[in-house]
T-cell receptor, first 114, second 114 residues
Framework: GENVEQHPSTLSVQEGDSAVIKCTYS??????FPWYKQELGKRPQLIID?????GEKKDQRIAVTLNKTAKHFSLHITETQPEDSAVYFC?????????????FGKGTKLSVKP | GAGVSQTPSNKVTEKGKYVELRCDPI?????LYWYRQSLGQGPEFLIY????????DSGLPNDRFFAVRPEGSVSTLKIQRTERGDSAVYLC????????????FGPGTRLTVL
């Protein structure tokens, strides 16, 4: 089955700097890759996603890149702000047939220092 | 409209007891997922419903866990003979259809087994 590795487990940056979180996946059939932000005690919130037919997607300060050949994808946050501090999870899944469950990485705790 | 809701928000029970956790998906969402999140980990898939039927229950850890969705909307996760290792946050998510990938999470039920 699918396995998702996420790095780093913790990341500390200064306000205004960029942050990059990387994930690798094992199942080449996976075709959907969302990123979730989870604040302490809150639900995971979808912040951006990418499908396997796209190499890059951007939404304001957030971008995601996908390299299908290498089976890795990354989250890029530019001009970080203190409110970006949270745990970020990548996930992968194959949508098709009876499948659709997300396989999550272990998370990256991002701290943005003012 | 309203997001995914879950009740109760917290449940404390004793080892060996039976518990039921409820999920109300976003209205009109046909796909519903249950995940379990332990401290410091990413959500772990349990079961996926498409309509009333369980399309994939491969994540249920053992036969003490069971879930239903009799009318294709509200779902109940049932845990028999609870064990201390069942303590976790149980998350529910829904998506519009099987082909619309975005999964929206509820706030979770924190289960503590004493």
């Amino acid at each position: 089955g699918e396995n998702v590795e996420q790095h780093p487990s913790t990341l500390s940056v200064q306000e205004g700097d960029s942050a990059v979180i990387k994930c690798t996946y094992s199942d080449s059939a996976s075709n959907y890759f969302p990123w979730y932000k989870q604040e302490l005690g809150k639900r995971p919130q979808l912040i951006i996603d990418i499908r396997s037919n796209v190499g890059e997607k951007k939404d304001q300060r957030i971008a995601v890149t996908l390299n299908k050949t290498a089976k890795h994808f990354s989250l890029h946050i530019t001009e970080t702000q203190p409110e970006d501090s949270a745990v970020y999870f990548c996930a992968a899944c194959f949508y098709g047939g009876s499948q659709g469950n997300l396989i999550f990485g272990k998370g990256t705790k991002l701290s943005v220092k003012p | 409209g309203a997001g995914v809701s879950q009740t109760p928000s917290n449940k404390v029970t004793e080892k060996g007891k039976y518990v039921e956790l409820r999920c109300d998906p976003i209205s009109g969402h046909t796909a519903l997922y249950w995940y379990r999140q332990s401290l410091g980990q990413g959500p772990e898939f349990l079961i996926y419903f498409q309509g009333t039927g369980a399309a994939d229950d491969s994540g249920l850890p053992n036969d003490r866990f069971f879930a239903v969705r009799p009318e294709g909307s509200v779902s109940t996760l049932k845990i028999q003979r609870t064990e201390r290792g069942d303590s976790a946050v149980y998350l529910c998510a829904s998506s519009l259809t099987r082909d619309r990938n975005e999964q929206f999470f509820g706030p979770g039920t924190r289960l503590t087994v004493l």
